[in-house]
């Protein structure tokens, strides 16, 4: 059995174990990519933590966190159970929601940079001409992080439709008609049988959801860089920034932990969820 599992154990030596405990190392050393790395402790944590751009970093991601735990799970459910119901066109519809993921996020992002939002040559600019009045989100603190959003939940919740829509299609289809006999209706069918049938498969979405907020980074860097005056900053570009335009590969490292530290969390609360459940 050992050597069936060796290739992929070795892989995960290799490509995860091994960097991950490096980067815990580097957390309490000074390094600029260069010299010999220096101990210094607890250092490098406690300059983080001092930091004002650090904390407006870990509220945007909070923020972040938030919305896409609501907005784009809500909407790929309402779309999924839709999807069940109308059943014609349904390849079709798949195929739209989901192609927004399969486009690169750098030509998403630039889409919706000079497509878009531009004031001069976008939709936007369209819209001024008829009186409507649309400012560049991306080029104002009250609303940079927003608009960055607003494009990253177009290119998720296709994917999320497309998730439940699978989970949703496991039901078994006398639940669902026993309920339209009841006189269940769409609301109603999504209350009391739907959601709670795929209740695992949303948790777990909502668990990766999580994890992968903290780790949002591609739209942020393309989009704003974590402008303006750092409004849209978030911990990962923070880490590049202190990594590869600062050089302190140390500091980079201690906040890599910090969001590692969520996406752990978050894996050990579902992880405990579903042994409660299984136990149950």
Not at 6 to 14: E, F
Not at 85 to 104: D, E, N, S, W
Not at 176 to 204: S, Y
Request: hydrophobic share 60%; proline share 4%; glycine share 6%.
């Amino acid at each position: 059995m050992w050597l069936f599992a060796l290739p992929a154990l070795s892989i995960n030596v290799v490509i995860i174990l091994i960097p991950a405990l490096l980067t815990i190392a580097l957390a309490f050393c000074q390094w600029d990519g260069f010299s010999m790395p220096v101990f210094v402790g607890l250092a490098n944590f406690n300059a983080v933590f001092a930091d004002r751009v650090f904390w407006i970093a870990l509220g945007n991601n909070i923020k972040w966190t938030l919305i896409f735990l609501t907005v784009p799970i809500a909407i790929g459910l309402f779309a999924a159970t839709l999807l069940l119901i109308i059943k014609r066109g349904r390849t079709l519809f798949q195929i739209v929601y989901f192609m927004p993921v399969v486009v690169a996020t750098a030509i998403t992002a630039r889409v919706w940079q000079g497509m878009i939002y531009n004031p001069n040559t976008g939709v936007f600019g369209l819209l001024q001409r008829f009186g409507i009045e649309l400012a560049d989100p991306l080029a104002h603190t009250e609303t940079a992080l927003y608009g960055i959003a607003a494009v990253d939940l177009w290119h998720w919740w296709g994917f999320l439709a497309v998730i439940f829509l699978a989970a949703l299609r496991q039901v078994p289809q006398e639940m669902v008609e026993a309920a339209r006999l009841d006189g269940a209706g769409f609301f109603g069918l999504m209350r009391h049988i739907l959601i709670p049938a795929i209740a695992p498969t949303i948790k777990l979405m909502m668990v990766m959801t999580v994890i992968w907020s903290f780790l949002v980074f591609d739209f942020v860097y393309i989009l704003t860089q974590g402008g303006p005056a750092y409004s849209s900053e978030v911990l990962s570009t923070l880490a590049y920034r202190n990594a590869f335009f600062e050089f302190d590969l140390g500091r980079a490292a201690a906040v890599a932990l910090v969001i590692a530290l969520f996406g752990l969390t978050a894996t050990f609360a579902y992880v405990r969820l579903q042994a409660r459940e299984g136990a149950n």
